[in-house]
């Protein structure tokens, strides 16, 4: 059974660094094809994709935001972190991580989401 | 960047009624394309990927197709469960996109 659950802090003030960590069971981040993936959806607004970091230590950002973000793994912990930099009031959102599966491409089981806000 | 428009953004539907939502795509692809579906509070869960591959649990009146530009969810009779917001992704090229969001009412 997959599981992955974010945790991180749910309050950060503007210009400071917010660290996110997903930690995840039921699968290996060695196994071909498997990567984490990092999502967020301001409340009421749409869904916006971050990141990727696939089992082969390959990493994909959202270009624009790609100078904020730095994604890396804990294999013995069965984590994935996300670090963004320069937090905003903009960037106040639910966080999720969810699991890429191979065969269908995408995510298919996703955290239950951390609300971030951004506010000083 | 793809940019992934669905349509409509609000649809009101009744019980029992044969529910279609569209995703159009600003460049052509040939099914990397995948349906959520997300309700108040929670984490979107996947219903097709592929854009016509349904995902295991998820019941048969859902259904997908399209390739190109022009991708449509089907729902072929509404559930009360199925009230909730849908949206489209692509997954053909970095960076990964969705479309706004796809909100179904009760009428």
């Known amino acids: 059974q997959i599981t992955l659950k974010e945790s991180g802090p749910t309050l950060v003030k503007p210009t400071q660094t917010l660290t996110l960590t997903c930690t995840f069971s039921?699968?290996?981040?060695?196994?071909?094809?498997?990567?984490v993936g990092w999502i967020r959806q301001p409340p009421g607004k749409a869904l916006e994709w971050l990141a990727l970091?696939?089992?082969?230590?390959?990493?994909r950002y959202s270009p624009s935001l790609k100078s904020r973000l730095t994604i890396t793994k804990d294999t013995s912990k069965n984590q994935v972190v996300l670090t963004m930099t320069n937090m905003d009031p903009v960037d106040t959102a639910t966080y999720y991580c969810?699991?890429?599966?191979?065969?269908?491409?995408?995510?298919?089981?996703w955290g239950q989401g951390t609300l971030v806000t951004v506010s000083s | 960047d793809i940019q992934m428009t669905q349509s409509p953004s609000t649809l009101s539907a009744s019980v029992g009624d044969r529910v279609t939502i569209t995703c159009r795509a600003s460049?052509?692809?040939?099914?990397?394309l995948a349906w959520y579906q997300q309700k108040p509070g929670k984490a979107p869960k996947l219903l097709i990927y592929?854009?016509?591959s349904l995902e295991s649990g998820v019941p048969s009146r859902f259904s997908g197709s399209g390739s190109g530009t022009e991708f449509t969810l089907t729902i072929s009779s509404l559930q009360p469960d199925d009230f909730a917001t849908y949206y489209c992704?692509?997954?053909?090229?970095?960076?990964?996109?969705f479309g706004q969001g796809t909100k179904v009412e009760i009428k």
């Open positions: 460049q052509s692809f040939s099914r990397w």
């Open positions: 039921g699968f290996s981040l060695s196994t071909s094809g498997v990567g």
């Open positions: 970091f696939y089992w082969d230590d390959d990493r």
């Open positions: 592929k854009a016509s």
């Open positions: 969810a699991h890429r599966e191979p065969a269908a491409g995408t995510l298919d089981y």
């Open positions: 992704q692509q997954y053909n090229s970095y960076p990964w996109t």
